[in-house]
């Protein structure tokens, strides 16, 4: 569980992750090899060209992006 009082230290919740076989990524790899993206950063000015173009031109034609705030 989440606790924003008590962070999670990097290396548990990296250990966490990889046993749930989670694996990391560069953003521009996954950005190249994934199907979906879900955008879940809450749209304020400073996000307001998070995602932009340059990586949108990454993804293949058939990617489909969800904005899901």
Do not use: K, W
Not at 21 to 26: I, L, Q, S
Request: proline content about 4%; hydrophobic content about 40%.
């Amino acid at each position: 569980m989440f606790d924003q009082d008590r962070p999670v230290p990097r290396a548990v919740l990296e250990d966490q992750l990889r046993g749930a076989g989670v694996e990391y990524a560069e953003l521009n790899a996954l950005l190249e090899q994934t199907d979906y993206v879900c955008i879940l950063d809450p749209y304020t000015h400073e996000t307001h060209h998070l995602n932009g173009e340059q990586e949108l031109g990454m993804m293949e034609s058939t990617a489909i992006v969800i904005r899901a705030c």
